[in-house]
T-cell receptor, first 112, second 112 residues
Framework: KAGVTQTPRYLIKTRGQQVTLSCSPI?????VSWYQQTPGQGLQFLFE???????NKGNFPGRFSGRQFSNSRSEMNVSTLELGDSALYLC???????????FGEGSRLTVL | DQQVKQNSPSLSVQEGRISILNCDYT??????FLWYKKYPAEGPTFLIS?????DKNEDGRFTVFLNKSAKHLSLHIVPSQPGDSAVYFC???????????FGAGTRLTVKP
């Protein structure tokens, strides 16, 4: 079956703009998590959604938000972009609560 | 708050020798630990996991050891192969929860 799909793969924005990233989980997976990857910081947990509800949230400012739709697809939004938001944003889906995460290839955001 | 730490950003080993990647954690509530491997331009992929009720889990060339008292786990790869060259992330979660925390990663290079 198809893996986790993230769009767009690459995008360039300028400071102050906002961006929306999309994630389609593996069919049947109801949990979707988002991570930010930057050099030296590894994967920083943003939030996790399950059945359209945000269950967990990492330590990111309110400019970072997300949502999940009834078909389990998820979007994350970053408003008022800052240079430091340049990163690879990874989405992962999971079938169970403590199972492995299946990652997409990521959306690489560059903020100029 | 780096609850999961990988203090070695890089490791280089000769093909055929053992690779040992280390990971430390601070949250004593973590009870499930995983290792992920990441190639450039791809999302991380699950490698091996271990529950806190065990102290060792083996899968082919890969073995994960858990020392709960030291809050330390390690991944052993024997024998190492050039195709193992990638960034390895240690991850941990607590309870019935998909709030998975990752380390900063260790870049493993296996030289032929």
């Amino acid at each position: 079956k198809a893996g986790v799909t993230q769009t767009p793969r690459y995008l360039i924005k300028t400071r102050g703009q906002q961006v929306t990233l999309s994630c389609s989980p593996i069919s049947g997976h109801r949990s979707v998590s988002w991570y930010q990857q930057t050099p030296g910081q590894g994967l920083q947990f943003l939030f996790e959604y399950f059945s359209e509800t945000q269950r967990n949230k990492g330590n990111f400012p309110g400019r970072f938000s997300g949502r999940q739709f009834s078909n389990s697809r998820s979007e994350m939004n970053v408003s008022t972009l800052e240079l430091g938001d340049s990163a690879l944003y990874l989405c992962a889906s999971s079938q169970s609560n403590t199972g492995e995460l299946f990652f997409g290839e990521g959306s690489r955001l560059t903020v100029l | 708050d780096q609850q999961v730490k990988q203090n070695s950003p890089s490791l280089s080993v000769q093909e055929g020798r053992i690779s040992i990647l280390n990971c430390d954690y601070t949250n004593s509530m973590f009870d499930y630990f995983l290792w992920y491997k990441k190639y450039p331009a791809e999302g991380p992929t699950f490698l091996i996991s271990i529950s806190s009720i065990k102290d060792k889990n083996e899968d082919g060339r890969f073995t994960v050891f858990l020392n709960k008292s030291a809050k330390h786990l390690s991944l052993h790869i024997v024998p190492s192969q050039p195709g193992d060259s990638a960034v390895y992330f240690c991850a941990a979660s607590a309870g019935d929860n998909n709030d998975m925390r990752f380390g900063a990663g260790t870049r493993l290079t296996v030289k032929p």
